[in-house]
């Protein structure tokens, strides 16, 4: 299946998937041995030769500066082949992944809610050198990305799972010297516990005065394709954003914004924001409310797409039509 794919792409997504990041399903040897790639780099057969001490990385978006240019842990990699989307396309590259850094589910809700599109996927594999220091030992470029879908679980302990779609061809470093100044790399949480999250949650109705946050838990964000609506899912005790769910429940008028702010850390570690996000236009999908004891509150909105797909090229090369109304 994967004799379409061009042998850079190829091989750096195939050793993704094979160093660090296996599949209890897929053995190593096994899915080396299926494919008809050449014989792979020094660097790539190192990985290959050690991969539970290998950590994948991945970076959205082009940034060179600020926390935009930071690759964050991804584990969990499944790589496939996509056919192309019309007849005379070329091949494409599907990737799914699990992460639990609340900064990365961050970037994937951003651009899953701007309808998917990536300027940059950058993927890193690093694995320990002789010092115990992480090595860098190869980093893939993708010059565009598309988000397919993703499911975000930000209360508590942050987990998610996110799919991409990128094109066939890439460009491959190995470079030592290049590879030396590649990152910033986010720390990863090997066998220590990622650090819990707490979520506030801010509704604004049609009106512009600004609205307090208020804690909630059980936290899932969802989209199954792009250009879908994001599905916001919460729990919360705090009356007031209880009684603007139910004002708002069945009206004719979507909620105007929810913000959505989700922080990292307290007690003996720092707090930090992990990122604050606006969903705006949402309409109340389900409301639930427990009266009995300790009054809560279970909802679930949708928030509509920020924008329409855009003209452009797309990945199999051909331009964009925009839809006529």
């Not at 969990?76 to 992460?99: E, H, M, N, Q």
């Not at 389900?286 to 004891?293: I, M, T």
Request: proline share 9%.
């Amino acid at each position: 299946a994967w004799a379409q794919v061009p042998r850079p792409a190829a091989a750096a997504v195939t050793a993704l998937c094979l160093g660090g990041v296996t599949s209890a399903f897929i053995a190593p040897v096994t899915l080396l041995h299926t494919t008809t790639l050449g014989r792979p780099s020094q660097s790539l057969r190192s990985l290959l030769a050690a991969p539970a001490a290998t950590q994948a990385y991945l970076k959205l978006g082009s940034a060179t500066t600020g926390p935009g240019r930071i690759y964050y842990p991804i584990t969990s990699a499944r790589p496939s082949t996509l056919a192309p989307s019309s007849p005379g396309g070329v091949a494409r590259i599907g990737l799914s992944f699990d992460t639990t850094s609340p900064e990365l589910l961050g970037e994937v809700l951003r651009a899953g809610a701007a309808g998917g599109r990536i300027s940059s996927v950058s993927l890193a594999l690093r694995s320990p050198a002789r010092n115990g220091r992480p090595r860098t030992e190869l980093v893939d470029t993708f010059t565009t990305g598309q988000v397919t879908s993703f499911t975000e679980h930000l209360s508590g302990t942050p987990a998610g799972s996110v799919s991409l779609v990128l094109p066939a061809a890439s460009h491959l470093t190995t470079t030592a010297r290049t590879l030396r100044h590649s990152g910033p790399f986010a720390p990863a949480a090997g066998r220590a516990a990622a650090p819990a999250t707490k979520v506030y949650v801010a509704l604004r109705g049609a009106g512009r005065t600004p609205a307090p946050f208020h804690p909630v838990a059980a936290v899932m964000l969802s989209q199954v394709a792009p250009h879908t609506p994001v599905n916001v899912g919460f729990t919360t005790t705090a009356l007031p954003l209880l009684a603007a769910i139910f004002h708002d429940e069945g009206a004719a008028t979507p909620i105007a914004a929810l913000t959505l702010s989700v922080h990292v850390g307290g007690g003996s570690r720092p707090a930090r924001t992990a990122f604050i996000y606006t969903f705006s236009r949402l309409s109340v999908s389900s409301f639930a409310e427990n009266l009995s004891g300790a009054v809560s509150g279970t909802t679930a909105l949708a928030a509509h797409p920020r924008s329409r797909p855009s003209r452009g090229r797309n990945f199999d090369g051909r331009r964009a039509r925009r839809a006529h109304r």
